[in-house]
T-cell receptor, first 115, second 114 residues
Framework: AQSVAQPEDQVNVAEGNPLTVKCTYS??????LFWYVQYPNRGLQFLLK????DNLVKGSYGFEAEFNKSQTSFHLKKPSALVSDSALYFC?????????????WGAGTKLIIKP | DVKVTQSSRYLVKRTGEKVFLECVQD?????MFWYRQDPGLGLRLIYF???????EKGDIPEGYSVSREKKERFSLILESASTNQTSMYLC?????????????FGPGTRLLVL
């Protein structure tokens, strides 16, 4: 069965330090992977996606994510965190082999950046 | 930019009431979705629609129904609200049905059922 795991409920990082938000997935075919962000009192916004090609994907607000097929991971990273990055982050996956168009969502990781 | 709007940001209803949540998108998107978001559970799909008058059940359709009479509008209906339907409800839309499609979300409706 398809699934997405975000193993950390919360990640705390000091401003200016690098940040990583972890995501692992399980699909039967090739994955399409997404990261979305939810700022306080706002809807979800698309950050970036991996479809094919270069394993390192760059997205909005200086974020990037690396697709690692052997580890079935798609961790979100940023070299230098800002307080304004504090938000709820969701990883999601679609299976290329699955005719169902549904996204499978992780539970979310709360990122807190401390000044 | 795509704009997805939801009729209410906050809603308080009583058990047994019929509740309507409305969602409108302004970019002629084919597909629309209703999710509920609960802490620790991520997003769970309630219903989606690929076309006017078309609907498909998601993972948790029980207790909900939907209506899509016009392309831009997708309504979620709670026939008889219950306390376990207290949640954040998110509407989303996509242009097409491709696997690479990005979903565009509304701001959400936080529903409290007393």
């Amino acid at each position: 069965a398809q699934s997405v795991a975000q193993p950390e409920d919360q990640v705390n990082v000091a401003e200016g330090n690098p940040l990583t938000v972890k995501c692992t997935y399980s699909v039967s075919g090739n994955p399409y992977l997404f990261w979305y962000v939810q700022y306080p009192n706002r809807g979800l916004q698309f950050l970036l996606k991996y479809i094919t090609g270069d394993n390192l994907v760059k997205g909005s607000y200086g974020f990037e994510a690396e697709f690692n097929k052997s580890q079935t991971s798609f961790h979100l990273k940023k070299p230098s965190a800002l307080v304004s990055d504090s938000a709820l982050y969701f990883c999601a996956v679609r299976d290329f082999m699955d005719s169902n168009y549904q996204l499978i969502w992780g539970a979310g990781t709360k990122l807190i950046i401390k000044p | 930019d795509v704009k997805v709007t939801q009729s209410s940001r906050y809603l308080v209803k009583r058990t047994g009431e019929k509740v309507f949540l409305e969602c409108v998108q302004d970019m002629d998107h084919e597909n629309m979705f209703w999710y509920r978001q609960d802490p620790g559970l991520g997003l769970r799909l309630i219903y989606f629609s690929y076309d006017v008058k078309m609907k498909e059940k998601g993972d948790i359709p029980e207790g909900y129904s939907v209506s899509r009479e016009k392309k831009e509008r997708f309504s979620l209906i709670l026939e008889s609200a219950s306390t376990n339907q207290t949640s954040m409800y998110l509407c989303a839309s996509t242009l097409g049905t491709g696997l690479q499609e990005t979903q565009y979300f509304g701001p959400g409706t936080r529903l409290l059922v007393l």
